[in-house]
C-alpha cells in the first residue's frame, strides 16, 4: 500500500527536509546494514524517488504496512530500501 502524499511529505521533514524538494537523509538504523545503530544519513533528492540513482529513496512502512501513517513511514536510501 502506497502512503499518501502528506505523510510522504510530513515524514520527509522530519528526515530533515524541511519541506520538498529541499534535500534529506535516509533515516535507517538497521543494525544488519554498513551504517548500526545510528542513522544511514545518505542525502536524498525529492525528485529521485523509485529510482535507482545518486539520491534515490522510497517511503518505507516500519512496522504495519496498514497504518500510513507519518510515525509508520521511513525515508530510506535506495541501498537502505532494497536492503530491508
Not at 49 to 67: D, F, I
Request: aromatic share 8%; hydrophobic share 30%.
Amino acid at each position: 500500500m502506497a502512503f499518501p502524499e502528506s505523510v510522504v511529505t510530513a515524514a520527509w521533514s522530519r528526515a530533515g527536509g524541511a519541506s520538498p524538494p529541499n534535500p534529506a537523509m535516509c533515516e535507517c538504523k538497521q543494525t544488519t546494514h554498513d551504517h548500526s545503530f545510528v542513522r544511514c544519513r545518505k542525502p536524498l533528492e525529492w525528485a529521485n524517488r523509485g529510482k535507482e540513482c545518486s539520491g534515490a529513496w522510497e517511503a518505507h512502512h516500519l512496522k504495519s504496512p496498514k497504518e500510513d501513517s507519518a510515525l509508520n513511514c521511513g525515508i530510506y536510501c535506495w541501498k537502505c530500501h532494497k536492503s530491508k
